[in-house]
């Protein structure tokens, strides 16, 4: 149980073009996504929080109108990376707290989307 | 602020090998704490989670250890395989926000 499906897993994009990566909750209501971005050889960086039906909250550093975030339902939530240039290339991941009324269960990750900006 | 560091960085070593990574965090304050696994341009694979409350868990190979009042885990990993080669990440979740905080990992590389 507790699945987060993203997609797309990987997108080559030409630059000045958006792109929008998806996280969907299959079998749980995700209150909270937590969408990171992780550059080759480095750790996972939290860019953003989202909770459903309220604006995203961005890490100091993060361009809130570059990576726009929308959590419209318990069930999705979607970042877009708006005029994407080679720069915004990386590994972008979300993750959702799965509810500590499930004692054993931790956080869920989507699979990860490759951004190759060209 | 919660900072987790992970030693070593890279770590080679022969097939058979038993070996042990560590993950230490600055804030006590955390409600679990998760071992990964990330093998190259692919997702997370969970591999333990230990709530605060619990001292360690085992799935086959692998043991978790946590020390929340010093700040420490291990995992450690027996008899080692070629397959097991891949970056482990050590994750802690903190109590207030449930907001998660990441390693660097350590890179393992098992030779055949």
């Known amino acids: 149980g507790a699945v987060v499906s993203q997609h797309p897993s990987r997108v080559i994009c030409k630059s000045g073009t958006s792109v929008k990566i998806e996280c969907r909750s299959l079998?749980?209501?995700?209150?909270?996504m937590f969408w990171y971005r992780q550059f080759p050889k480095q750790s996972l960086m939290l860019m953003a929080t989202s909770n459903e039906g309220s604006k995203a909250t961005y890490e100091q550093g993060v361009e809130k109108d570059k990576f726009l975030i929308n959590h419209a339902s318990l069930t999705l939530s979607t970042l877009t990376v708006t005029s994407a240039h080679p720069e915004d290339s990386s590994f972008y991941i979300c993750?959702?707290?799965?509810?500590?009324?499930?004692?054993?269960?931790?956080?869920?990750f989507g699979s990860g989307t490759r951004l190759t900006v060209v | 602020k919660q900072e987790v560091t992970q030693i070593p960085a890279a770590l080679s070593v022969p097939e058979g090998e038993n070996l042990v990574l560590n993950c230490s965090f600055t804030d006590s304050a955390i409600y679990n704490l998760q071992w990964f696994r990330q093998d190259p341009g692919k997702g997370l694979t969970s591999l333990l989670l230990?709530?605060?409350?619990?001292r360690e868990q085992t799935s086959g190979r692998l043991n978790a250890s946590l020390d929340k009042s010093s700040g420490r885990s291990t995992l450690y990993i027996a008899a080692s395989q070629p397959g097991d080669s891949a970056t482990y990440l050590c994750a802690v979740r903190r109590d207030r926000d449930d907001k998660i905080i990441f390693g660097k990992g350590t890179r393992l590389h098992i030779l055949p």
């Open positions: 230990i709530q605060s409350s619990q």
């Open positions: 993750s959702s707290p799965v509810s500590r009324a499930v004692a054993n269960y931790g956080y869920t």
């Open positions: 079998d749980f209501q995700a209150t909270t």
